[in-house]
Nanobody, 120 residues
Framework: QMQLVESGGGLVQYGGSLRLSCAASGTNFSIYVMGWYRQAPGKQRELVAV???????NYADSVKGRFTISRDNAKNTVYLQMNSLKPEDTAVYYC??????????????WGQGTQVTVSS
């Protein structure tokens, strides 16, 4: 049902900033928990940030204070503002949407990802 399309990735220098966007098509965007994940070459995919339908956020320790996740339900879009970027942030960033019943996942959607490369 839902389709997610990421954009905004690219090449930036150490200490630079980048803003990723994830546009969702479909219905009931506002009830989904939205998240950003990333996967670097040779590493497992990891959670970067998550935002609930109520606006509560959580971040990986490695990005706290540097990244900010937000959502605009009127535009069916979730954002990831990335500041003070480091080479360690280089990865493919994926947008994710989850619909949960209590703690159980009912729906789980993924975008195709957008490449973020931070040069030293």
């Amino acid at each position: 049902q839902m389709q997610l399309v990421e954009s905004g990735g690219g090449l930036v220098q150490y200490g630079g900033s980048l803003r990723l966007s994830c546009a969702a098509s479909g219905t009931n965007f506002s009830i989904y928990v939205m998240g950003w994940y990333r996967q670097a070459p040779g590493k497992q995919r990891e959670l970067v940030a998550v935002i609930t339908s109520g606006g509560s956020t959580n971040y990986a320790d490695s990005v706290k204070g540097r990244f900010t996740i937000s959502r605009d339900n009127a535009k069916n879009t979730v954002y990831l503002q990335m500041n003070s970027l480091k080479p360690e942030d280089t990865a493919v960033y994926y947008c994710n949407a989850k619909k949960k019943v209590l703690v159980f996942i009912k729906d789980d959607y993924w975008g195709q990802g957008t490449q973020v490369t931070v040069s030293s």
